[in-house]
C-alpha cells in the first residue's frame, strides 16, 4: 500500500502499522496548513464584519461574506480536529443565516451588533491565531 | 454497490484537500476534485464517477441546482449524489431527498470515518 498526499501524490509503499502511522503524519500535516491559513481567514472575518458595521447599502452584502467565512469554518475547522472553532463558527453561522432570511430592512440592530460582536470573539479566542 | 471512483465539489480547498486524503487513503478509492458546480458538472461528464459528494452552499451554482442538473441529463441521473453541508437540519434532509439526493453527510466530518459513512448512505 502507498499513502496519498493531498495531492494525488503516491509515498513509498509500507505495511499496516506504517500505513496508519504514515495516514496520521499526512492529517498531522494537512491539520498544520490549515491552522497557518487562520490568520488570513480571521483578519478576513474581522474586515468584512467592520465594514458591515459602518453600515451602507453593502450592510448585508459584508455581513453575507462575513456569514460565508464562519460557515466554511464551521464545516472545515471541525474536520480538522479544531472542534472548538468549529462550534463557535457553527453558532455565528447560524444566528447570521436566521438575521440575513429575515431581510433585516435599514441594517442590523444595536443588539445584532453586540451578540454579533460576541459570537466573533468566542471564534477568534477558539484559537491562538486569533488571540491578539 | 462497488465504489471505484468518487466526484467531490466543494469550493473550499481546505474540505478538498482533507476529502482527497481521506477518500483515497482511507476509503482507497480514486478521486477527482471539483471547485464548482459548473466543474462538476462537466467532470461528471467526462469521468462518470460512482459517487459524487456535492457542497450545498457554493457560489455560482450552489449545490442542490447542481443536483437537479445531474438529474435532468440522462448519462449522469442513475449516479448517486451525496450533499454535504454545516449544521443540516432533519427538514433540510428530507429537502434534498426529495430534489433526488442519496443523502446528506453533515460538516464537520471525520476524515477517519468518512468512507464508512458514504458506504452506508449507498447501502441504506
Known amino acids: 500500500m502507498a499513502i496519498e ?28 496548513e490549515y491552522e497557518d491559513e487562520l490568520p488570513a481567514r480571521f483578519a478576513e472575518l474581522k474586515n468584512y464584519l467592520d465594514k458591515a458595521k459602518e453600515g451602507g447599502e453593502k450592510q448585508l452584502e459584508w455581513l453575507a461574506q462575513a ?13 480538522y480536529g479544531l472542534a472548538e472553532l468549529s462550534h463557535n463558527a457553527g453558532i455565528f453561522d447560524a444566528y447570521c443565516k436566521r438575521l440575513l432570511k429575515s431581510d433585516v430592512k435599514g441594517g442590523a440592530h ?3 451588533w453586540r451578540e454579533i460582536d460576541a459570537m466573533a470573539e468566542a471564534i477568534f479566542s477558539s484559537h491562538p491565531a486569533g488571540q491578539h | 454497490m462497488e465504489i471505484n471512483k468518487v466526484l467531490m465539489v466543494d469550493d473550499d480547498q481546505s474540505i478538498r484537500r482533507i476529502c482527497q ?6 476509503g482507497r478509492w480514486q478521486v477527482i476534485l ?25 457560489p455560482g451554482m450552489d449545490g442542490p441546482t447542481t443536483l437537479l442538473k445531474l438529474r435532468e441529463d440522462e448519462d449522469l441521473k442513475h449516479i448517486p449524489v451525496i450533499l ?27 476524515p477517519l470515518t468518512l468512507p464508512s459513512e458514504i458506504r452506508k448512505l449507498l447501502c441504506a
Not at chain 1, 456569514?67 to 474536520?79: E, F, K, N, V
Not at chain 2, 486524503?21 to 482511507?26: D, R, T
Not at chain 2, 471539483?34 to 456535492?54: F, M, Q, T
Open chain 1, 5 to 32: 498526499d493531498e495531492n494525488g501524490g503516491d509515498n513509498e509503499e509500507v505495511n499496516d502499522a506504517e500505513y496508519d502511522e504514515a495516514l496520521d503524519e499526512v492529517l498531522g500535516t494537512l491539520r498544520r
Open chain 1, 67 to 79: 456569514h460565508t467565512i464562519a460557515h466554511r469554518l464551521a464545516g472545515t475547522a471541525g474536520s
Open chain 1, 110 to 112: 444595536l443588539e445584532d
Open chain 2, 21 to 26: 486524503v481521506s477518500l483515497s487513503n482511507v
Open chain 2, 34 to 58: 471539483a471547485e464548482s458546480g459548473y466543474d462538476g458538472l462537466e467532470l461528471a461528464r467526462k469521468e462518470k464517477p460512482d459517487v459524487i459528494l456535492l457542497d450545498v452552499m457554493m
Open chain 2, 84 to 110: 454535504m453541508t454545516a449544521k443540516v437540519q432533519p427538514q433540510e434532509v428530507e429537502q434534498y431527498t426529495r430534489l433526488g439526493a442519496t443523502g446528506v453527510i453533515s460538516k464537520p466530518f471525520d
